[in-house]
C-alpha cells in the first residue's frame, strides 16, 4: 500500500528559487529517502535520512524528518531548469527484512526558466 | 560497476494476449531484485521481490507473475493482459538501504 503522500502534488517556480516538498507516513520506519524521477524514466535516488537523524544535506538538497510528526521535508535550494522532475519519498518500514520501499505519489516540480 | 538492464522499452499489447518483461542486473552477485509498477500520474506499487534464484515474494494478487531464473535475471510475466496491466514497469535491485532502478518498460494494453 501507498505509505507516502507528498504534498504538494504539483508545484512550479521560477528558477533561483526555493522549493520544498513535503512527505508524511504512517508507520515506524529504518529510513526515509527521497528520489528523483525524470519524465518516462527510471528513479534515481537523492539522499537517504535515518530515522535517528533530523537533518541531512547534500549540495543542494537538504532533508529534514520528524519521527513524531512522521514527516519529512526535502528543500531544493537555488533552484534550476534541469531540476524539473517528480520527486518520490520512499520508506522501509522498521520490520526491516528485504521487501521493497513504500513510495509516495509524489510531487511534480517544474522550474520556470 | 553495476547496471541494471529492461527490455523491452516500450510494448503495446492486446487484451489476452501473454507478457513478458525481462531484467537482468550486470556487477554485482546475488542481489535483491524488485518488480514495480507505476500507475500514470501515481507513486511506484511494489509488485513482487526475490531474494535468490527461484524465489519470489508477492506483494498484491494480481493477474501477473514472476521468475528468478537466473540470479541476475528477473522476469515478469502474464498468460493473458487486462486493460488494468497498462503502466510503466520498473525492475529494481538493493544495494544496503539504496535500489537502484532500470530504465523502465511502458506497457499499453488495448
Known amino acids: 500500500s501507498q505509505q507516502g503522500e507528498e504534498d504538494p502534488q504539483a508545484l512550479s517556480i521560477q528558477e533561483g528559487e526555493n522549493a520544498t516538498m513535503n512527505c508524511s507516513y504512517k508507520t515506524s520506519i529504518n529510513n526515509l529517502q527521497w528520489y528523483r524521477q525524470n519524465s518516462g524514466r527510471g528513479l534515481v535516488h537523492l539522499i537517504l535520512?535515518?530515522?535517528?537523524?533530523r537533518e541531512k544535506h547534500s549540495g543542494r538538497l537538504r532533508v529534514t524528518l520528524d519521527t513524531s510528526k512522521k514527516s519529512s521535508s526535502l528543500l531544493i535550494t537555488a533552484s534550476r531548469a534541469a531540476d524539473t522532475a517528480s520527486y518520490f519519498c520512499?520508506?522501509?518500514?522498521?520490520?526491516?527484512?528485504?521487501?521493497?520501499?513504500?513510495f509516495g505519489k509524489g510531487t511534480h516540480l517544474i522550474i520556470q526558466p | 560497476s553495476q547496471t541494471i538492464h529492461q527490455w523491452p522499452a516500450t510494448l503495446v499489447q492486446p487484451v489476452g494476449s501473454p507478457l513478458s518483461l525481462e531484467c537482468t542486473v550486470e556487477g554485482t552477485s546475488n542481489p535483491n531484485l524488485y518488480w514495480y509498477r507505476q500507475a500514470a500520474g501515481r507513486g511506484l506499487q511494489l509488485l513482487f521481490y526475490s531474494v535468490g534464484i527461484g524465489q519470489i515474494s508477492s506483494e498484491v494478487p494480481q493477474n501477473l507473475s514472476a521468475s528468478r531464473p537466473q540470479d541476475r535475471q528477473f522476469i515478469l510475466s502474464s498468460k493473458k493482459l487486462l486493460l488494468s496491466d497498462s503502466g510503466f514497469y520498473l525492475c529494481a535491485w538493493r544495494l544496503g538501504y539504496e535500489q537502484f532502478f532500470g530504465p523502465g518498460t511502458r506497457l499499453t494494453v488495448l
Open positions: 520512499a520508506t522501509e518500514n522498521s520490520g526491516g527484512g528485504a521487501d521493497g520501499l513504500t
Open positions: 535520512i535515518r530515522s535517528n537523524e
